[in-house]
């Protein structure tokens, strides 16, 4: 296969106040571009051009650092987008969802702060997860362009905290960047429908 950068799903100025189009102008078309140009370039005979996005995370981790740093990101960030819309975020999740959060992590208003907190204090650049692993909802945190898929588990929820996710908006007052990404950015129904794939 070879990366693509996908379109925004909304216009550059759609998340404001909360994410400013400068932002998403760095982010998507500097920053996701360079995660997809490069990683076309290390995939060429990698001897795993033929395979698709997840496996080319999976099968490059721990074996070729640098496909592997660019093909996570490319993978992150195609779903970063989606896991945001305008007027997101809010207490009011789908039903199925709703239930795996009260049973598995102990209901939403638990799930926001240790949500925050892994985000909060992943040290230098990395994501915070919500992810399935064995049918069940867990959070975590990663350094760099890793994921849960590469700790066997099926990310549905994932916020950026490298530094040009955020810095522009909120400089170094990370814990605001991603209460005001939970609270006010996320897409809940893209969210649900990562999670009924992950355990169907």
Same mark, same amino acid.
């Given at each position: 296969?070879?990366?693509?950068l996908?379109?925004l799903?909304? %216009? ?13 102008e760095?982010h *998507?078309?500097?920053h996701?571009?360079?995660?997809v140009?490069n !990683? &076309?370039?290390?995939?060429k ?6 395979k698709?996005l ?7 981790y721990?074996? &070729?650092?640098g496909l592997? &740093?660019? %093909?996570?990101?490319?993978y992150n ?26 049973? +598995?992590? !102990?209901?939403? +208003?638990k799930l =926001?702060? +240790?949500?925050?907190?892994a985000?909060?204090?992943q040290f230098g650049?990395g994501?915070?997860w919500i992810?399935?692993?064995d !049918? ?8 760099n362009?890793?994921s ?5 588990? *099926?990310?549905?929820?994932? #916020?950026? #905290?490298?530094?040009?996710?955020y810095y522009? +908006?909120? =400089?170094?007052?990370r814990p ?10 996320? &897409?809940w129904? *893209? ?7 992950a355990?169907?």
């Open positions: 296969m070879t990366f693509e996908p379109p799903p909304y %216009a550059y100025d759609a998340l404001g106040p909360y994410m400013s189009k400068e932002t998403l760095f *998507h078309d500097k996701h571009q360079a995660y140009t !990683g &076309n370039n290390l995939l005979d990698s001897g795993l051009e033929g698709s997840e496996e080319i995370v999976k099968e490059s721990g074996k &070729n650092q592997f &740093n660019n %093909a996570g990101q490319h960030h195609i779903h970063f987008w989606q896991w945001m819309k305008p007027n997101g975020g809010g207490k009011s999740l789908p039903g199925k969802l709703q239930a795996a959060v009260d049973s +598995d992590l !102990g209901g939403f +208003d =926001r702060t +240790d949500f925050i907190a985000g909060t204090t650049s994501w915070a992810a399935v692993k !049918g069940k909802l867990e959070i975590s945190k990663t350094p362009g890793e849960p898929l590469v700790n066997g588990a *099926h990310p549905i929820l994932g #916020v950026d #905290v490298w530094e040009h996710s522009i +908006d909120y =400089r170094n007052a605001k960047y991603l209460e005001a990404w939970f609270d006010n950015l996320v &897409n129904e *893209h969210v649900e429908e990562m999670y009924s794939k355990t169907a």
